[in-house]
């Protein structure tokens, strides 16, 4: 599996964007790109994937390096319910449920 | 549209004292199932996952085991509980095709 690097912890605004990013340098070119999110007590919840080009949702945009090492997940106005902890998951296409979730980025977001 | 069912919400047990955890998806056929766990502070953990009626496979050797006695049913057991065991036992589901949905969660206290 691919190793992630993301960053323990980011803060924002409500109503500001928010870029979340993921490092994922040793990623297979089969790999899609996964990204999560987790609220308390709660089970996570899918927000967007993708291989190679950019890919937009009405939840988030996900922005993919041309060398595909890294994403970025962007929020583009952040509301007090999108405070979740946000994992990046590199993920093989023949099982998108299996997945190896990381220690994720947790997003603070202040009213 | 495809629902998923998990019970008990919270659930405190002796040591020593058996386990069975269900999950239940509606609204799909010969679904992909999985079971994760969440350690206190941590990120999930992939337990077990299964492709087809009595179909499993296991991630890490830990004191529990999974069945599949149904298409749209998975079950977690244990036959003796440990205090590590405690954690917030999640299931999902998906197709070949789709995002993993997760069920609420399952929060066990081994006492």
């Known amino acids: 599996d691919a190793k992630t690097t993301q960053p323990n912890s980011m803060e924002s605004n409500e109503e500001e964007p928010v870029h979340l990013p993921c490092n994922h340098s040793t990623i297979s070119g089969t790999d899609y790109i996964h990204w999560y999110r987790q609220l308390p007590s709660q089970g996570p919840e899918y927000v967007i994937h993708?291989?190679?080009s950019n890919v937009n949702n009405r939840m988030a945009s996900l922005a993919i390096a041309e060398d595909r090492k890294s994403s970025t997940l962007i929020l583009h106005r952040a509301t007090l319910r999108d405070a979740a902890v946000y994992y990046c998951i590199p993920s093989g296409g023949t099982s998108y449920g299996k997945l190896t979730f990381g220690q994720g980025t947790i997003l603070t977001v202040h009213p | 549209s495809q629902t998923i069912h998990q019970w008990p919400a919270t659930l405190v047990q002796p040591v020593g004292s058996p386990l069975s955890l269900e999950c239940t998806v509606e609204g799909t056929s010969n679904p992909n199932l999985y079971w994760y766990r969440q350690a206190a502070g941590r990120g999930l953990q992939l337990l077990f996952y299964s492709v087809g009626i009595g179909q499993i496979s296991s991630e890490v050797p830990q004191n529990l085991s999974a069945s599949r006695p149904q298409d749209r049913q998975f079950i977690l057991s244990s036959k003796k509980l440990l205090l590590s065991d405690s954690g917030f036992y999640l299931c999902a589901w998906s197709s070949r095709a789709t995002e993993a949905f997760f069920g609420q969660g399952t929060r066990l206290t081994v006492v």
């Open positions: 993708g291989l190679t």
